[in-house]
């Protein structure tokens, strides 16, 4: 079956050090898989997708992410965290015949001053 | 703003009364979908439209549950009998469908507190 693992559940990096959210995913197919971020009281944002185009995918706000098939792995990077990155952060998957999106349980990224 | 909205924001109801949701899609949008999330976990996906047609429905959608979009525009979610586990946020998304994944733009979601 279809689905994404987040490996933490919370993760707590310092201002200006790198960050890393990570993901692992299981699928029979090529999949296509998403980053979306959550700030309270908002709606989800998509950061970035990837539909088996280039491995490294770049996104919004700085924030990059690599598919590796042979770790079944898609975890999230960014070089140097934000105050403004505080947030909940979701790896979704694409399952496209049923045109839903299946999402896992969350990370959420604290940030130390 | 020509995002998705959702109406209200928040809803605070006792357990046996009725409610109902609604989604305004962004207006180009022929797919609607509706997630629910509870507190610490991912969204979960309820049901979707492509326009007025209802082509998907998760296990998670009890007999208290029921979508419409009747003119393949707004939507609304009502769930009758309302218990407390109904308690989430509950979440609209819509996209332009094409034969490949296009982006789905969520709303804020309604936030539903049964007590």
């Known amino acids: 079956a279809q689905s994404v693992t987040q490996l933490d559940s919370h993760v707590s990096v310092s201002e200006g050090t790198p960050v890393l959210l990570r993901c692992n995913y299981s699928s029979s197919y090529s999949p296509s898989l998403f980053w979306y971020v959550q700030h309270p009281n908002k709606g989800l944002q998509l950061l970035l997708k990837?539909?088996?185009?280039?491995?490294l995918v770049k996104g919004i706000n700085g924030f990059e992410a690599e598919f590796k098939k042979s770790e079944t792995s898609f975890h999230l990077t960014k070089p140097s965290a934000h105050m403004s990155d505080a947030a909940e952060y979701f790896c979704?998957?694409?399952?496209?015949?049923?045109?839903?999106?299946?999402f896992g349980s969350g990370t959420r990224l604290s940030i130390r001053p | 703003d020509t995002g998705v909205s959702q109406d209200p924001r928040h809803k605070i109801t006792k357990r046996g009364q009725n409610v109902t949701f609604r989604c305004d899609p962004i207006?180009?949008?022929?797919?609607l979908y509706w997630y629910r999330q509870t507190l610490g976990q991912g969204p979960e996906f309820l049901t979707y439209f492509q326009n007025e047609a209802q082509l998907e429905k998760s296990r998670l959608l009890s007999d208290r549950f029921s979508a419409e979009r009747p003119k393949g525009s707004f939507s609304t979610l009502e769930i009758q009998r309302t218990e407390q586990g109904d308690s989430a946020m509950y979440l609209c998304a819509s996209s332009l469908d094409t034969s490949s994944y296009n982006e789905q733009f969520f709303g804020p979601g309604t936030r539903l507190t049964v007590l």
């Open positions: 207006s180009e949008h022929n797919r």
């Open positions: 979704a998957y694409f399952y496209s015949s049923a045109s839903k999106i299946i």
């Open positions: 990837y539909t088996s185009a280039a491995t």
